[in-house]
Antibody, heavy 122, light 113 residues
Framework: QVQLQESGPGLVKPSETLSLTCTVS????????WSWIRQPPGKGLEWIGY???????NYNPSLKSRVTISVDTSKNQFSLKLSSVTAADTAVYYC????????????????WGQGTMVTVSS | DIVMTQSPDSLAVSLGERATINCKSSQSVLYSSNNQNCLAWYQQKPGQPPKLLIYWASTRESGVPDRFSGSGSGTDFTLTISSLQAEDVAVYYC?????????FGQGTKLEIK
């Protein structure tokens, strides 16, 4: 079964850029669609965006001006960059796989990473 | 954006009894290409990521106990746990994947009475 693992700094200063990586193991990053989702402490889930293995992306308009998702198939990884962060970006960040066969994003998130807590504070 | 509204916000059910959680979308999530509703249910236990239970509104994910079932179509959906077990204590979320931005309900906290 494919496994996902998020990695990156747990503390980011306000106005700086949050950078996280999701490593895909026991499976190939190719032929699937990959997503980032976040959850502020004690709150609900917010979809950030997704990326096809080919590199095509779709972002949440609420974050679009600050978000970049990229994929590195040679490393079996995909990444999230969120610029100009504020305290409102403090959350657990999850990477997840979009189910199905990778050619249609209209699928549920069937595999999730354990999540990584990112705190925005000076 | 499609707004997903769950009810109730919290629910206490006795062990062995039925638990029912509702989810309403602000517009239909019926995907005409396959005539399926783009609606998923997730279970989240403290300190854990969400776990997919149900997709296409009523298809149980592999390995999910058959006491979990999903129903509904269009804008109104239900997650039913037929006989509550202690390990089912969690927060449950519905999610639409019909239109981006994909959106989740606010969550329903399920406890033992």
């Amino acid at each position: 079964q494919v496994q996902l693992q998020e990695s990156g700094p747990g503390l980011v200063k306000p106005s700086e850029t949050l950078s996280l990586t999701c490593t895909v193991s026991d499976g190939s990053i190719s032929s699937y669609i990959w997503s980032w989702i976040r959850q502020p402490p004690g709150k609900g889930l917010e979809w950030i965006g997704y990326i096809f293995y080919s590199g095509s992306t779709n972002y949440n308009p609420s974050l679009k001006s600050r978000v970049t998702i990229s994929v590195d198939t040679s490393k079996n990884q995909f990444s999230l960059k969120l610029s100009s962060v504020t305290a409102a970006d403090t959350a657990v960040y999850y990477c997840a796989r979009v189910g199905g066969n990778g050619d249609n994003p209209r699928e549920a998130f069937d595999v999730w990473g354990q999540g990584t807590m990112v705190t925005v504070s000076s | 954006d499609i707004v997903m509204t769950q009810s109730p916000d919290s629910l206490a059910v006795s062990l062995g009894e039925r638990a029912t959680i509702n989810c309403k979308s602000s517009q239909s999530v019926l995907y005409s290409s396959n005539n399926q509703n783009c609606l998923a249910w997730y279970q989240q236990k403290p300190g854990q990521p969400p776990k997919l239970l149900i997709y296409w509104a009523s298809t149980r994910e592999s390995g999910v106990p058959d006491r979990f079932s999903g129903s509904g179509s269009g804008t109104d959906f239900t997650l039913t746990i037929s006989s509550l077990q202690a390990e089912d204590v969690a927060v449950y979320y519905c999610q639409q994947y019909y239109l981006t931005p994909y959106t989740f309900g606010q969550g329903t906290k399920l406890e033992i009475k």
